[in-house]
Every structure is written in structure tokens, then in C-alpha cells.
């Protein structure tokens, strides 16, 4: 038999035709993972920022709302006076008794430090920046009370703040009509080194509030406790609005409003003149990135803050008016 002969011009793949269609296909091959990982890195860094962006407008959205009804009392046109031989014990209250119900100090801070260490921010609790506290009387009135919560007794030339298992003594010393129930909000707000615990790592820095509740089955009255607001808050700044006799608004520290007020003070202070509120924050992702270096600065009113390390951050502010201070 003879071998079948090869056509003519038919014939195979040479060498070098292999090696160059195989360098084609690996360029190909990398261009297309190159693509991939970037696609992956770009989604990556998407995600980061919506990240930052939720965390930071939900966090400046709350101080933002809290801030809007800073010194609500109700139907009470004056500074209310207080009931403070009679109300029961406040556990972990901020300084003591009085703090709680300072209702006529609608707004108070502290600039960059914590004045509260001994009391209902421990030492631990605390990682950087601006105290704030927010008083006021909640939105919407009570029609019944519990036995360990404040409430605001509000009627248009007087207010008084008790506790809810001493309404019936009181019946008779408000005789002011007509007359509303308001549980007592009090918020401290502060930035916290952990979010969980301060044995968490890595360490994940938040947005935190004391804020005053129902003390349960405290037998002493009504308690302030801690609340998470929101995670990966850096620091917080606060300046504070006042009018210049041009009637322009000029903003302070917490140091230069008041050098003498304290936030157990009920007698007119300069606190009172405060007509508004800027408050900046700092926001970083949950996780570092990687092959990403941050060495950026961040400004939050006059205070600068420098990183260099691989998590990505953004600043956000916000100016609030206030209405019932």
C-alpha cells in the first residue's frame, strides 16, 4: 500500500506560528485578568464608599434631628424650674445630680475633651474629639407614666420635672391648666475607641450616646445608658453659634462659649445665646484597603486630622438651627 499523500497546500502549524499564536492567547489571557482585578478593585472601592457615605449621613442625619429639638419643653414658654429634692436617683448620671434635669440647657459641650470620666463616660469609653449634650422633652406627650422614667410637667407659665411614681404628690402642686406629660430625652454624644468592647481588635472606632431611659426594675428611678449610633466615626467637632452685634452669627468652641457654666448650670449663662450648631465628622471604611495609602489631612472646623495608613475617609458637616433655645 503507499502512504496517502498530502494534498497540495495543505500543511501543518510551524514553531514559531505555535509560539506567536500562544503569546497572542497569554496577552489576551492577562489583559482580560488585569481587567477582572480592576473590575474587582473599582467595585471594591465602590462599596467602601457607599459604605463611608451611609455610616456618615446616618450618623450626622441623627445629630442633625436630635439638635433640631435641643431644649424642647413642651408647651412651657420660660425655663422650667426643676423638682431636684424629689426626684429619685439617676444611676450613672453625667456629674450628678442636677445633670439629668437641666432641661433649660438645651445644648452643652465640652471641646475635645471628656469632663464626664468619672461618671457616665469612663476613661475607656472615650477615644477623641467634642462631648455633646442634648437636652429636651420628648416629641409626642405621655398618656400614662412609668414608675422609673422623668417626664417634663409642661403648661404655659410653668414646668416642673418628676418622676413618674411621683405623679400623684404632685397633682396638687401643678395646678396649672391645661397641662401635658413629656419623658425626659437627655443624649450625650461622644466618639468611642471600640465598637463592641474595648477588647475587640482590630479596634473600630464609633459614634456613641448616653442617653436616659427607663431605669426597669431599678428600684432608684430611671437610668443613663449606652448606645451605639454608629460605627467607623472617627472624631466629632462641634461649634457653636452666636449672634455678633452686626447680627451675624460667629461660631465658638465649647471652651469660648461659657468659661463658667457647667452642664449642671440652670442660671442664665451665655449657653442661652447659642442659636445654632456646626458639627463635623469623620468617617472612615470598615476595612483597609489594599495597595491603597492614605496620607491625607482632614480639617473638621479648626482642627486638623493627619492618617497614613491604608483605610479610606471622608468629612461630613452639617450647620443646624436651632428652635426652642
Not at 455610616?55 to 442625619?61: E, L, P, Q, V
Not at 448650670?265 to 447659642?274: G, H, I, N, Q
Request: charged content about 15%; overall charge neutral; hydrophobic content about 40%.
Amino acid at each position: 500500500m503507499h502512504p496517502i499523500a498530502a494534498r497540495p497546500g495543505q500543511r501543518g502549524f510551524t514553531l514559531i506560528e505555535l509560539m506567536i499564536a500562544s503569546t497572542i492567547a497569554l496577552v489576551m489571557l492577562i489583559g482580560v485578568a488585569n481587567l477582572y482585578l480592576s473590575s474587582l478593585a473599582t467595585e471594591k472601592t465602590n462599596d467602601q464608599a457607599l459604605e463611608i457615605a451611609t455610616n456618615g449621613r446616618f450618623a450626622i442625619d441623627t445629630l442633625r434631628r436630635e439638635l433640631l429639638h435641643a431644649g424642647f419643653r413642651g408647651v412651657t414658654w420660660s425655663a422650667p424650674s426643676t423638682i431636684t429634692t424629689t426626684i429619685g436617683a439617676v444611676s450613672n448620671e453625667c456629674i450628678g445630680t442636677g445633670f439629668a434635669t437641666n432641661i433649660r440647657q438645651g445644648v452643652w459641650g465640652s471641646n475635645d475633651n471628656n469632663p464626664f470620666s468619672a461618671t457616665c463616660i469612663p476613661g475607656t469609653n472615650y477615644s477623641v474629639g467634642d462631648v455633646l449634650v442634648v437636652r429636651r422633652a420628648a416629641l409626642a406627650t405621655s398618656s400614662t407614666l412609668s414608675n422609673n422614667v422623668l417626664y417634663l410637667r409642661s403648661a404655659y407659665e410653668r414646668g416642673e420635672v418628676f418622676q413618674g411614681r411621683q405623679s400623684a404628690s404632685l397633682s396638687t402642686a401643678f395646678t396649672q391648666t391645661p397641662q401635658y406629660n413629656y419623658a425626659l430625652n437627655v443624649n450625650v454624644y461622644y466618639i468611642s475607641p471600640y465598637t463592641t468592647s474595648v477588647t475587640e481588635s482590630p479596634l473600630v472606632p464609633a459614634l456613641y450616646r448616653v442617653t436616659l431611659g427607663d431605669g426597669g426594675a431599678l428600684a432608684n428611678g430611671a437610668a443613663m445608658t449606652n448606645e451605639l449610633v454608629a460605627s467607623n466615626i472617627e472624631n466629632m467637632q462641634v461649634r457653636y453659634g452666636r449672634s455678633t452685634t452686626d447680627q451675624n452669627t460667629q461660631f465658638y468652641s465649647a471652651s469660648n462659649v461659657s468659661t463658667t457654666a457647667t452642664a449642671t448650670t440652670t442660671t442664665s449663662t451665655e449657653w442661652d445665646a447659642v442659636n445654632s450648631v456646626r458639627i463635623w465628622i469623620l468617617v472612615r471604611a470598615a476595612k483597609p484597603e489594599m495597595g491603597y495609602q492614605n496620607t491625607g489631612t482632614y480639617t473638621l472646623g479648626d482642627v486638623t486630622v493627619t492618617v497614613n495608613d491604608s483605610y479610606r475617609r471622608e468629612v461630613f458637616s452639617t450647620v443646624v438651627q436651632l428652635r426652642n433655645i
